[in-house]
């Protein structure tokens, strides 16, 4: 999703960091093989979490949707020498796909994979977080953040990815659409709860920083 002018948004990826080689093979196997390709962070948003991730220097990241191992990648660059990656994804068709290019690359040993329902996943993740990166199912996005936040280090930061929906979170709702009721009472209860700071980011399609107090 692109909020502002097609030439503005190239200009912005053309003076960002390039994008490594191995994505950008991930990515072009992404779009001849699997489904729904534009589900993937890409080279700027990638950036990004790349960026946010070196900047923190975690040890333990937690990703609640794993897709093709994309964005998996990219907060893997800022791990720690002893750090690990957990990832959550339902789709166990994506599974190989996904440790290919795990193995492919320098934090293969780094990264953990879990398939199933995050929901009853992440009660048996032992530890703290440093960073947890959301782009799952938008109806659980309060679910994850509620299984989540006692979870986090104080001072670690969760990022949501999607969380302006292409636009539809000022749009009158559909009561019929989930989806986007539960991006709105998220949104609602990042900027309300006492237990962390947000700063939500008009990246792509909306990105949220948290940070706990």
């Not at 960002?16 to 699997?34: A, H, W």
């Not at 990648?73 to 959550?88: N, S, V, Y």
């Not at 309300?192 to 399609?205: F, G, M, N, Y």
Request: glycine share 6%.
């Amino acid at each position: 999703m692109h909020f502002i002018p097609q030439e503005l948004d190239d200009y912005v990826v053309k003076h960002t960091e390039d994008e490594p080689k191995l994505l950008k093979q991930l990515t072009r196997e992404t779009y001849q093989k699997i489904l729904q390709p534009r589900m993937l962070s890409g080279h700027y948003q990638g950036r990004i979490l790349s960026m946010i991730s070196k900047l923190i220097q975690p040890k333990h990241i937690l990703e609640i949707g794993t897709y093709t191992g994309y964005s998996a990648l990219c907060l893997a660059e800022g791990l720690q020498k002893d750090g690990q990656l957990h990832t959550i994804d339902v789709n166990e068709e994506l599974y190989d796909f996904q440790r290919k290019y795990f193995d492919a690359s320098e934090f293969g040993t780094q990264i953990h994979q879990y398939l199933g329902s995050a929901i009853d996943i992440i009660p048996e993740l032992e530890g703290e977080f440093d960073l947890v990166f959301i782009d799952a199912d938008k109806e659980n996005y309060p679910n994850y953040f509620n299984l989540i936040v006692n979870k986090l280090k104080t001072g670690g930061v969760i990022l949501s990815d999607n969380v302006l929906w292409s636009g539809k979170v000022i749009e009158p709702l559909n009561p019929k659409d989930a989806s986007t009721k539960a991006v709105l009472e998220y949104n609602t209860l990042l900027k309300e709860d006492p237990r962390i700071e947000t700063v939500l980011l008009s990246v792509r399609d909306g990105l949220t920083i948290s940070r706990k107090k």
